[in-house]
C-alpha cells in the first residue's frame, strides 16, 4: 500500500494560514490484509518521538495491520493523494482521507486472492 500527501503553496488570499490556524486530516486504509504505507513530505517529527532538523521527510510503512489510520495537523491549502496497496489481499483494500472530519475521497478496489491491488485517494485542505 502507499500513502502519498504533497503540499502546495498558499493562494496569497486570506486563509487560516494567515491566522496561524491548520486543518485536521486523516489518513485511513482498510481491507482484510497487510498493506505499505507512503506517505512522502510530512514532517518526520510528526509521526516519531525524535525531533529532526530541517524540512519534511517521506513516512513509508510495511505490512500494517489494516484496519490503518493517522492523523496529523497540515496547513490549509495542501493537496492529498494516497494510494493504498496490498501484495496478496484477501478480497479489498480501500483507502480515505478526511479533513476537518469530513469525508473528501475514497475507494476500495476488490480482488481475487493472489494479485496485488491499489486504491487511491485524493482531495485538498481548504484555503
Do not use: H
Not at 3 to 11: Q, R, T
Amino acid at each position: 500500500m502507499v500513502a502519498l500527501l504533497a503540499g502546495c503553496s498558499d493562494d496569497g488570499g486570506t486563509s487560516k494560514a494567515d491566522g496561524g490556524g491548520m486543518v485536521t486530516v486523516e489518513f485511513k486504509v482498510t481491507g482484510d490484509s497487510p498493506a505499505s504505507v507512503y506517505i512522502p513530505g510530512i514532517n518526520s517529527s510528526l509521526y516519531t518521538d525524535t525531533k529532526k532538523s530541517g524540512g519534511d521527510a517521506d513516512l513509508d510503512l510495511e505490512n500494517v495491520k489494516t484496519p490503518w489510520s493517522k492523523k496529523f495537523k497540515v496547513k490549509p491549502g495542501r493537496s492529498l493523494s494516497l494510494q493504498a496497496g496490498s501484495v496478496d489481499p484477501k478480497k479489498e483494500i480501500g483507502c480515505q482521507i478526511f479533513v476537518d472530519g469530513k469525508l473528501k475521497d475514497e475507494e476500495t478496489k476488490k480482488n481475487k486472492p493472489g494479485s496485488t491491488l491499489t486504491a487511491g485517494c485524493s482531495g485538498t485542505t481548504p484555503v
